[in-house]
């Protein structure tokens, strides 16, 4: 047997006493203890039985779960090593409680082909502490015009597909590559962002963008694309996820959708919940994000969209900039900020804590059962013979984000500083510990 | 002059290295400015145009954006302060070379410059040098968001033609969206107890700024009547890169102060315009040149308030 050869040549187990293990997979939420050997959860007689070093871990007051992920993140290699690395990603990940990052396709070059994809696969192998899943492009080099080889993508074994940072602007295009996905069974990912209406806007079209006379981001832009991806999804009978939803008007058409049946989704990232616009009025370039920061009414319509589960997926979009990238004029400036190390405390303290939306078996769903079922991948379970991979949380945890000691080799994040309740205080991935408070 | 810099003991009327927008500013903070500007102004009919207030000083004209109008009315008013004056434009900048915003601007303090004046194309272009340097950083237009000499200038001269603010109706008409000069006038009007009334094409004029206390109106010829005060600004369809509205000969028919339209002017209205105005589109060209056009005492004005902000501002930088 598998399970007993590998034992025999690793020669540890490790039992988790007395935490609460929540595995929403399974529908499992109980004080247990959990037992990894050979790599794998498995039974307290297969850990007994063996001679071997037993590693105890105590878990008592923490929450025992499956490894996280977060299907929407920006690693940067290969081509913009100097804001992070495969390697400092996937450590700030497994600091931040994942055991599983899907990173975006806008690389240099861009992975629309199998060779960046086989590099991206490989540089993760050699260097990462927690499992990387890469996803490929819709479109050849983001351009929107013509489709990647989106067959020879799945057989390199991408995760999804999207063009995420861009948006293919041609329905048509879409269409087909909505299809064509179809055929492969790969899921497709889209960052919805009507350039038409869009053009350059910076910030949330409304009273700030008014205000400081900055281009405004109108919702309607985000809302445009949402409509066309379940017009599509309908089309097509196939699953189009909406990255990073803002906007009540998408959570709205989402609702709708769902309830009638249509294979859409959507994910929301913590500072569209933790931040309104007010943010940007002193031009501070870390609350410059795409989709941008907007009004109170948008957060609370998303908060009611993770409540009633019509957004199913938490996410980050981690996405790293450098010090002199961003530090530059507001409309000069990258959009984006780095989120894989404060995501879980923001959404434990906002969502559990602050609001009271979701309890945290389901927060903890939203982040491992839900990506898990889309992306159709073999993670986000405590089940008997699935990979050890877990994550143990303390939720009442104080702790104050400290940019400065973060493991991302960037530090764009509009939180440092912010006292959060919550956090993950161990990550295993593969039987083995790679992080710990 | 015997007038009393803000920065002195006892003075707490002044106390801001920089001028970045009216937006910060309280009223008292405004009408010192306006003070200090009227006892500039006398300086410019002197036989001898100088005073030593800022010897010594070294001034950066820092403009990444092109004007002449501004650039010259601050370089005069330095020269008038005795400051030395460097002009440094986009071309000439190293800008051009990749080299970014902060490392230019900090370079150029390493020069030791004592005042940046700066014009940019980025809204929060100023907030973002004067967080980061030492010396006074002062706002002269950024992007779409605030030029704040110019609405103290427009201040000034409302004040000087009618002796108050309070309660006047202004009318501010044209481009909004795009304009700083409409952003600073709002913000420094509301303050000091103006109503103000924007008016254009619905799509330079959202409904948005309703929020900021102003009224809205699509309709010039009801609200012109009314007005005490008209700030036509200039329409710059050449350097929209979408389509705001059909043309100008559309943009004349609906918003053109035409001399049909002047009619409707009360006989006191002021008419301002911050320049270079376009003589035939947003106002016709008999009526800029017309007796109640306040356009060339705009200019003059300029100069005694730009005096006055450096001086405060000079002042507090040491």
New interface residues.
């Given amino acids: 047997m598998r399970k007993a050869r590998v034992i025999g040549i690793l020669g540890s187990a490790t039992i988790i006493r007395n935490g609460r293990v929540i595995d929403p997979a399974n529908k499992r939420d109980e004080i247990a203890d959990l037992f990894i050997a050979d790599g794998r959860i498995t039974e307290k007689s297969e850990v007994r039985s063996q001679k071997s070093e037993i590693e105890e871990i105590d878990a008592k007051g923490l929450i025992v779960a499956p490894g996280l992920i977060d299907m929407h993140v920006h690693l940067r290699e290969p081509g913009f090593s100097h804001k992070e690395t495969i390697e400092s990603g996937a450590r700030a990940a497994a600091a931040g409680g994942f055991t599983t990052v899907v990173c975006m396709p806008n690389t240099s070059p861009v992975a629309d082909n199998p060779s960046t994809i086989a590099w991206i696969r490989d540089r993760a192998a050699a260097v990462a502490c927690v499992n990387v899943l890469p996803t490929g492009a819709i479109s050849k080099n983001l351009a929107g015009e013509e489709l990647a080889p989106i067959g020879s993508l799945a057989q390199t074994g991408v995760a999804a597909i999207t063009d995420d940072g861009h948006c293919v602007q041609n329905h048509e295009v879409m269409r087909r590559a909505v299809e064509y996905a179809c055929m492969v069974d790969l899921p497709v990912l889209d960052h919805c962002q009507d350039y038409n209406l869009v053009a350059n806007g910076v910030v949330h079209e409304g009273y700030w963008s008014t205000l400081l006379g900055l281009p405004g981001w109108p919702a309607a832009g985000e809302e445009a694309m949402v409509m066309r991806n379940i017009l599509l999804a309908e089309l097509c009978d196939h699953h189009i996820h909406c990255q990073h939803i803002s906007t009540a008007g998408s959570v709205r058409l989402i609702r709708e959708a769902r309830t009638r049946g249509v294979k859409i989704s959507g994910e929301v990232c913590p500072h569209h919940i933790a931040l309104t616009d007010a943010a940007i009025q002193n031009f501070d370039t870390n609350f410059k994000m795409n989709p941008p920061v907007r009004p109170l009414a948008d957060v609370n319509a998303l908060l009611e969209g993770i409540a009633d589960g019509t957004l199913s997926i938490l996410c980050s979009d981690h996405a790293p900039h450098a010090n002199f990238e961003k530090e530059v004029e507001f409309d000069a400036a990258p959009f984006g900020i780095i989120g894989l190390e404060t995501e879980l405390g923001l959404f434990i303290d906002l969502l559990a804590h602050k609001h009271g939306k979701i309890g945290i078996a389901r927060l903890i769903e939203m982040y491992t059962a839900e990506p898990a079922r889309l992306l159709k991948i073999d993670a986000g379970t405590l089940s008997i013979g699935a990979r050890a991979d877990v994550t143990l949380i303390d939720p009442e945890l104080d702790w104050t984000v400290r940019v400065d000691q973060f493991q991302s080799a960037s530090r764009n994040s509009p939180f440092d500083g912010w006292k959060l309740k919550g956090r993950a205080v161990r990550t295993i991935v593969g039987g083995k510990t790679v992080w710990k408070l | 002059m015997t007038m009393r810099r803000g920065s002195a003991p006892g003075s707490t009327r002044w106390t801001r290295k920089d001028l970045l927008g009216l ?1 910060e500013l309280s009223a008292d903070e405004i009408n010192f400015v306006l003070e200090t500007a009227n006892a500039f102004k006398e300086v410019g009919i002197r036989q001898i145009k100088k005073v030593p207030a800022l010897r010594g000083k070294t001034l950066m004209n820092f403009f990444v954006e092109p004007s002449t109008r501004t650039r010259t009315s601050f370089e005069l008013a330095a020269f008038r302060l005795s400051a030395d004056v460097i002009n440094i434009s986009a071309t000439t900048s190293s800008l051009t070379k990749g080299e ?3 490392d230019t601007a900090r370079n150029l303090e390493a020069l030791h410059a004592d005042i940046l004046v700066l014009r ?1 194309g ?4 100023p ?2 040098l004067a967080s980061r340097l030492k010396a006074s950083v002062i706002n002269a237009g ?5 030029h704040p000499t110019q609405a103290l200038l427009d201040l000034y001269t409302i004040r000087e033609r009618r002796g108050k603010i309070a309660g006047l109706n202004v009318a501010i008409i044209g481009d909004i ?2 304009s ?1 000069v409409a ?1 600073s006038n709002i913000f420094g009007l509301l303050k000091l107890g103006a109503r103000v009334t924007l008016v254009g094409p619905s799509t330079l004029v ?1 409904r ?2 309703e ?2 206390g102003v009224e809205v109106s699509y309709k010039i010829d009801e609200v012109l009547p009314k007005a005490d005060v008209i700030n036509l600004l200039r329409i710059q369809h050449e350097r929209q ?2 389509e705001y509205f059909p043309g100008l000969g559309e943009y004349v028919r609906l918003f053109g102060l035409t001399k049909e339209r002047a009619k409707l002017l009360k006989p006191d209205c002021l008419i301002m315009h911050p320049g270079p105005i376009n003589r035939g589109v947003e106002i016709d060209s008999d009526v800029a040149d017309g007796l109640q056009s306040v356009i060339l005492d705009q200019v003059t004005n300029g100069l005694a308030v730009r005096m006055a902000v450096l001086y405060l501002c000079g002042g507090i930088a040491t």
């Fill in positions: 937006r970014t915003l902060k940019h980025s809204a929060g272009a907030q973002f950024d992007g779409a968001h605030e969206l795009f700083r952003r959202p948005e700024f929020k900021l890169r979408r």
